[in-house]
T-cell receptor, first 112, second 112 residues
């Protein structure tokens, strides 16, 4: 257990569905991250929140919408995704900007 | 462009041997580096980090070496065990806040 939990662990959705991924960190960190991990590709940073303010938006399509209601919770709202969006979506947290990031187990997303 | 890469995509060792996993980075502005371990079906696990003001850092059975002259990072695992079998990848911060650039990873297989 890393102190970062993600739900659901697996998700299958159609292209017209709306779903949300949830992340919660129990480490008292002040920064949270969403990453996408596709097969045979390096981890891709999607969004960064620091103290509930978005500080990075890495040219992610608008069909991905993040939400950070407080420093312990992070959501990724999904809408009208494409099959190529199928991947492992990882949440991470860190204490400050220059400390190690700790990852959750990920949500395996399949878009049909 | 700037990138983080790994010299060896796969590494197979005998149980009890020492393992060395290498990483090359090209962003001279990077001043913080992390090694992660990712087992099948799990999120990346923080192993050890090092800042650019250090050349070497030791943890439990692991040592990270940083050679800034040739922009090279290595992870040494002593007395490798079957439980060490995983994908290992390095990450660099590129001198920027929050953003980490990850390598593609090296698959370490430990033979009993």
């Amino acid at each position: 257990e890393t102190g970062v939990t993600q739900t659901p662990r697996h998700l299958v959705m159609g292209m017209t569905n709306k779903k949300s991924l949830k992340c919660e960190q129990h480490l008292g960190h002040n920064a949270m991250y969403w990453y996408k991990q596709s097969a045979k590709k390096p981890l891709e940073l999607m969004f960064v929140y620091s103290l509930e303010e978005r500080v990075e938006n890495n040219s992610v399509p608008s069909r991905f919408s993040p939400e950070c209601p407080n420093s312990s919770h992070l959501f990724l709202h999904l809408h009208t995704l494409q099959p190529e969006d199928s991947a492992l979506y990882l949440c991470a947290s860190s204490q400050d900007r220059d400390r190690g990031q700790f990852f959750g187990p990920g949500t395996r997303l399949t878009v049909l | 462009g700037e990138s983080v890469g790994l010299h060896l995509p796969t590494l197979s060792v005998q149980e009890g041997d020492n393992s060395i996993i290498n990483c090359a980075y090209s962003n001279s502005a990077s001043d913080y580096f992390i090694w992660y371990k990712q087992e099948s079906g799990k999120g990346p696990q923080f192993i050890i980090d090092i800042r650019s003001n250090m050349d070497k850092r030791q943890g439990q059975r692991v040592t990270v070496l940083l050679n800034k002259t040739v922009k090279h990072l290595s992870l040494q695992i002593a007395a490798t065990q079957p439980g060490d079998s995983a994908v290992y990848f390095c990450a660099e911060n590129g001198g920027s806040n929050y953003k980490l650039t990850f390598g593609k990873g090296t698959l370490l297989t430990v033979n009993p």
